[in-house]
C-alpha cells in the first residue's frame, strides 16, 4: 500500500513536471503567472462566445485541444535566436549597398528602380525588428494574467449589455486555480466571468419631430422599413442602422446634401414604468440655409474619354436621352450606354440611382475607372460622369498547377481580349490552353498515367440582350446588367484508354437581380463529341454493360448533345470571407434533346450520330460560419438528377454524377463510390490491395453529398482541418450482375430506393493540412472509411480496419490520401 502511494506521487510529480514544460510556464518572469483559460457564465439568451470576444484577451492555442502550447515554445525558440542588432548591421549595409549603386548611375528609370527596392528591404527588416524573426511571428508569447486588462474586459461586458439594453447589468470576475487534465498548475490561473443583464429595457412607443411637414410625411411613409421597432429590446446598433437608413432614404429622395448628422436620438427611460422606453427622432435643419433643400437633375453630361487632352481640339458632342455625350472620337454606341445611365433630367436626385449608375457602366468591362459628381453652382444642379477607358487589346498568360481527381500537373493559358469590337462595348475574348496532368486510370487500380488537356474557346459578350425588344423595355433591364455570350470551342483529352474531342457551342443570357443573385439561361448548347477508344477499354466497356448493365459505354459513341438549361446562384456575404458568416446556394435545370424536337439538325443523319433526351437537376449548398478569428465550420450539401429518356437510357459522359474524390467523399478515390450497396469486384490480390478492386468509375443518375469540416489556422500559412464526408450515386434502374454463364449474380442494390438510401450512404472521415499563401491554396487531406455500403451488412462499420500502409488483406480499409489547390467548398 505504502510502495503504491509512493508511485502515485512520483507519477503525479512527473505530470505535473511534464504540464509544466508543455504550457511553457517556465518562460515567466517573477510574480507572473498564466492565463490558461477564460469562461463568461451568462443567461441563455445572451451570446457567450460574444462575451468572450469583447474581453480583448486571448488564452494560448492549445495543440488538437489537449494542454501542450505549441505555439508558445516556437515563440520563445525564435525570440532565444533573434538579435536584434543583427538585423540592424544587415539592415546598414543592404542600404550603403543600394545607395552605392544608386550614385553611380544616372538614368532616371534605374534610380527610381533601384529607389523602390531598397523601400521594400527596409519594410522588411523594419518588419522584423518589430515583430521579431519567423518563429517569433508564427508562435505566441505566454498569455499573462493582468488585473488591469481583466477590468477592462469587464467595463467592455458591461458596455455590451447596456448598449444592447441591459441598462442595470451586473458583471464580475473570479480567479480559479488550472487544473489542466485534473492536475493543478502551480503557475496557472482560470478566470470566470459572469454576467447578469437584469431585465431589458424595451420601445413602448417612436415620435417623430421636424418642422418640415414633406420630410416628416416620408419618414411615416417608410417607417415600416425602421430598425426601430415597438415591443422590441433597446439595440444601440439599431439606432446606428436606422441613421444610416434614414439618411440613404433622404439622398434617395432628391436630399442631395443631408447628412446623418442631422439626425437625433431622445431616449426616455423614465417617463413610462416597467422598463419602457420612449424613442424621439429629430431631424434637424441646416444652420446657414435653414432648411433642406430637394435637388433636381437640371443636366446630364458624359465624358468618355476623360483621362485624354489634345490640345485645340474640342470634344464631339451628341445627345440622346437628354444625355450630352462629349468624346474626341465617337467610339461607342451611345444608344447602349444611356441604358446603363438612370439618372433623368428634371427628376429628383438618388444616391441609389446613382450608385447603380457607377456600377453598370462599371460592369461593361470598358472603363478603367467610372466617376460621377455634381456641380451646384449658380443654382443648377448638374450630373457630370466621368470615364477612362482600358486598353482596347489585352493579352494576358497564366502558368500553374490544377489538380483534379487528386494529382497535380502543370498547365499553361494564353488570353486575348478585344474590348469593343464592333463600337457596340461587345468584348471578344479568345482563350487556349493546354495541360498535363497525372489521372488515375479509369480501368486499373493504383496506376496514374499521363493525360494531356488542351482546348481553344472563343466568345464575344454583348452587354444587352439579343432578342427584339422596346427601347424603354431595354433601358429598364440596364438595372440588371444583361448580357449575351457566344461562344465556340474545341476541346482535347488524351488519356491512356481514349481520345476525346468535343466541338461545343453555347449561346446564353446572363443577368443580375442584384449584387449576390445571378441567372443564366442557356437557349443553346450543342455539342460534337468523337472518341478513338483504345481496344482494350472498347472491350471493357462492353463487357461492363453485358454483364452488369452499365451503360457508360453510350457515352463514348460518336454523339450529338444538344440542351436548354437555366440556373441560378446566390452569393450571401460573398462566399469564403473571414470577416462574417456567409452563404453560396446554386441549383440548375437542363433539358437534354429538347432543341431537336424544334429543329433537325441534318449533321446527326449525315455522321449518324448518336443523341441524348435527358432531363438534369442539381442544387448545391454552401455555409461557412465563423466561429472565432482562427476556426470556421464549413457545411456543403449537394444533390443531383439526371434522367434519361432516349432510346439507349443513357446520359452524355459529363452529366453523369460521381462520388470520391478530393472535392467529394475524400475517403474513396476519385469517382469509385458507389452505385448504391452495389459491390466493386473482389481484389485479384486482397493480401496486398484490400478487397475490393476499384478499377472503374461509377457512374450514377442520382447523386446526394454532404459534407461537414471543422478549419483552424494553426500558425502563420498553415492550416489544419478534420472533416466528416457522406454520400452516394444511384441509378434508376436496378443494375444487374452476370456471371460467365449468363446468371443473375446477388451484388447488392444500385437502385436509388427511399426506404433504403440512407443505408447506403458512404461515410468518411479525417484530416487535413492545408498552406494558405493568400494567392494559392495548397490542400492535403487524408480520408478515413467509416462506413462502406458495399461490404455486407453487419460488417459495414470499418472505422477500426483502417490502414496507413500495405498491404492491407480482407480485413483492412486503405487510407486514402488527396491534394488539391483550394478548399474542397
Same mark, same amino acid.
Given at each position: ?38 469562461? *463568461? ?62 550614385? @553611380? ?38 498569455? !499573462? ?8 474586459? *469587464? ?16 458583471? @464580475? ?37 421636424? /418642422? ?30 436606422? @441613421? ?38 429629430? !431631424? ?17 453630361? =458624359?465624358?468618355?474619354?476623360?483621362? !485624354? ?109 478585344? /474590348? ?17 496532368? +497525372? ?8 496506376? *496514374?498515367?499521363? &493525360? ?52 461545343? =457551342? ?20 450543342? &455539342? ?31 454523339? =450529338? ?59 448545391? *449548398? ?21 434522367? &434519361? ?23 474513396? /478515390? ?91 450512404? +458512404? ?13 494559392? !491554396? ?48
Amino acid at each position: 500500500m505504502i510502495l503504491n502511494r509512493k508511485k502515485s506521487k512520483y507519477f503525479l510529480i512527473l505530470v505535473g513536471i511534464l504540464l509544466q514544460g508543455c504550457l511553457g510556464t517556465r518562460h515567466l518572469k517573477e510574480n507572473e503567472q498564466l492565463l490558461y483559460k477564460q469562461k *463568461v457564465t451568462a443567461p441563455k439568451n445572451i451570446s457567450k462566445s460574444k462575451l468572450e470576444e469583447l474581453t480583448g484577451i486571448e488564452t494560448n492555442r492549445k495543440l488538437l485541444f489537449m494542454p501542450m502550447h505549441l505555439l508558445v515554445s516556437m515563440y520563445y525558440t525564435g525570440k532565444r535566436k533573434f538579435d536584434p542588432e543583427k538585423f540592424e548591421r544587415k539592415k546598414e549595409k543592404k542600404l550603403k549597398k543600394f545607395d552605392t549603386k544608386i550614385a @553611380r548611375t544616372t538614368k532616371v528609370k534605374r534610380i527610381n528602380n533601384l529607389q523602390f527596392r531598397k523601400q521594400q528591404k527596409i519594410e522588411k527588416y523594419n518588419d522584423r525588428l518589430q515583430n521579431g524573426n519567423l518563429f517569433m511571428q508564427w508562435g505566441e508569447s505566454l498569455s !499573462i494574467f493582468d488585473t488591469a486588462k481583466v477590468n477592462i474586459a *469587464v467595463d467592455r461586458i458591461k458596455d455590451y449589455l447596456f448598449t444592447n439594453g441591459y441598462f442595470n447589468n451586473v458583471v @464580475r470576475y473570479e480567479i480559479e486555480k488550472a487544473t489542466p487534465l485534473g492536475f493543478r498548475l502551480k503557475r496557472g490561473i482560470n478566470i470566470r466571468y459572469h454576467a447578469n443583464p437584469g431585465t431589458a429595457y424595451v420601445i413602448d412607443s417612436i415620435l417623430f419631430e421636424t /418642422r418640415d411637414t414633406a420630410i416628416l410625411e416620408l419618414l411615416k411613409k417608410h417607417s415600416i422599413n425602421s430598425y426601430l421597432v415597438k415591443g422590441e429590446r433597446y439595440n444601440q446598433e439599431n439606432f446606428t442602422k436606422e @441613421r444610416e437608413r434614414i439618411d440613404l432614404l433622404m439622398k434617395d429622395m432628391g436630399y442631395y446634401d443631408f447628412s446623418r448628422q442631422y439626425i437625433l436620438y431622445e431616449v426616455d427611460t423614465a417617463s413610462l414604468p416597467d422598463r419602457k422606453i420612449i424613442v424621439k427622432v429629430s !431631424i434637424k435643419d441646416p444652420a446657414k440655409r435653414g432648411y433642406h433643400r430637394k435637388f433636381y437633375i437640371t443636366e446630364i453630361n =458624359f465624358t468618355t474619354d476623360a483621362g !485624354i487632352t489634345m490640345p485645340g481640339i474640342n470634344r464631339k458632342q451628341l445627345t440622346f436621352r437628354n444625355i450630352r455625350f462629349q468624346s474626341y472620337e465617337n467610339s461607342y454606341n451611345i444608344k447602349i450606354l444611356s441604358q446603363r445611365i438612370f439618372m433623368e433630367s428634371g427628376k429628383p436626385y438618388s444616391r441609389t440611382t446613382t450608385f447603380n449608375t457607377q456600377r453598370q457602366l462599371a460592369n461593361l468591362d470598358v472603363f478603367k475607372f467610372v466617376n460621377i459628381n455634381f456641380d451646384t453652382t449658380g443654382g443648377q444642379f448638374i450630373a457630370n460622369i466621368f470615364t477612362s477607358t482600358f486598353d482596347r487589346y489585352q493579352w494576358s498568360h497564366e502558368v500553374g498547377l490544377s489538380v483534379t481527381q487528386g494529382f497535380p500537373g502543370p498547365y499553361y493559358n494564353l488570353n486575348f481580349k478585344k /474590348r469593343n469590337i464592333f463600337r457596340g462595348l461587345e468584348n471578344f475574348e479568345m482563350n487556349g490552353r493546354i495541360g498535363y496532368e +497525372g489521372v488515375a486510370a479509369a480501368t486499373e487500380l493504383g496506376s *496514374v498515367y499521363q &493525360s494531356v488537356d488542351a482546348g481553344i474557346n472563343a466568345s464575344i459578350t454583348f452587354p444587352q440582350f439579343l432578342i427584339p425588344l422596346r427601347e424603354n423595355t431595354r433601358y429598364r433591364l440596364g438595372k440588371l446588367n444583361p448580357r449575351t455570350k457566344a461562344q465556340l470551342g474545341f476541346n482535347y483529352t488524351d488519356r491512356p484508354e481514349y481520345q476525346r474531342s468535343n466541338t461545343s =457551342f453555347t449561346y446564353t443570357y446572363s443577368w443580375d437581380n442584384s449584387r449576390i443573385r445571378r441567372f443564366d439561361f442557356t437557349f443553346a448548347s450543342l &455539342s460534337i463529341i468523337n472518341s478513338k477508344l483504345r481496344p482494350d477499354f472498347d472491350n471493357l466497356l462492353d463487357s461492363l454493360f453485358i454483364y452488369q448493365g452499365n451503360t457508360l459505354k453510350f457515352s463514348f459513341d460518336p454523339s =450529338f448533345v444538344s440542351s436548354t438549361g437555366f440556373a441560378m446562384s446566390w452569393n450571401h456575404n460573398n462566399y469564403g470571407n473571414l470577416e462574417e458568416n456567409s452563404i453560396y446556394f446554386r441549383w440548375a435545370v437542363e433539358s437534354g434533346g429538347t432543341l431537336q424536337g424544334l429543329y433537325t439538325f441534318p449533321i446527326i443523319e449525315n455522321r449518324n450520330l448518336q443523341t441524348f433526351r435527358y432531363i438534369r437537376l442539381n442544387a448545391d *449548398v454552401r455555409r461557412i460560419t465563423i466561429l472565432n478569428k482562427n476556426t470556421t465550420l464549413a457545411f456543403r450539401f449537394n444533390a443531383g438528377v439526371g434522367y &434519361s429518356y432516349s432510346d439507349n437510357k443513357a446520359l452524355p459522359y459529363e452529366k453523369y454524377f460521381f462520388a470520391g474524390g478530393s472535392n467529394s467523399v475524400r475517403a474513396w /478515390r476519385p469517382r469509385r463510390l458507389g452505385p448504391g450497396s452495389y459491390r466493386p469486384d473482389e481484389s485479384t490480390n486482397p493480401e496486398n490491395d484490400g478487397l475490393y478492386n476499384y478499377r472503374f468509375e461509377v457512374p450514377g443518375e442520382i447523386l446526394l453529398e454532404n459534407s461537414v469540416e471543422l478549419r483552424r489556422k494553426l500558425f502563420g500559412f498553415f492550416e489544419g482541418a478534420i472533416f466528416l464526408d457522406m454520400g452516394n450515386v444511384w441509378t434508376f434502374k436496378p443494375r444487374i450482375k452476370l456471371d460467365e454463364n449468363d446468371n443473375v449474380v446477388e451484388n447488392g442494390n444500385s437502385q436509388f430506393k427511399l426506404t433504403e438510401f440512407y443505408k447506403e450512404l +458512404g461515410i468518411g472521415t479525417g484530416f487535413g493540412f492545408r498552406f494558405n499563401f493568400s494567392f494559392l !491554396i495548397l490542400r492535403f487531406d487524408v480520408g478515413m472509411k467509416v462506413y462502406d455500403p458495399a461490404r455486407p451488412e453487419g460488417d459495414r462499420f470499418v472505422l477500426n480496419k483502417i490502414k496507413f500502409l500495405g498491404p492491407f488483406g480482407v480485413n483492412k480499409e486503405p487510407v486514402i490520401y488527396n491534394i488539391g489547390v483550394g478548399f474542397p467548398f
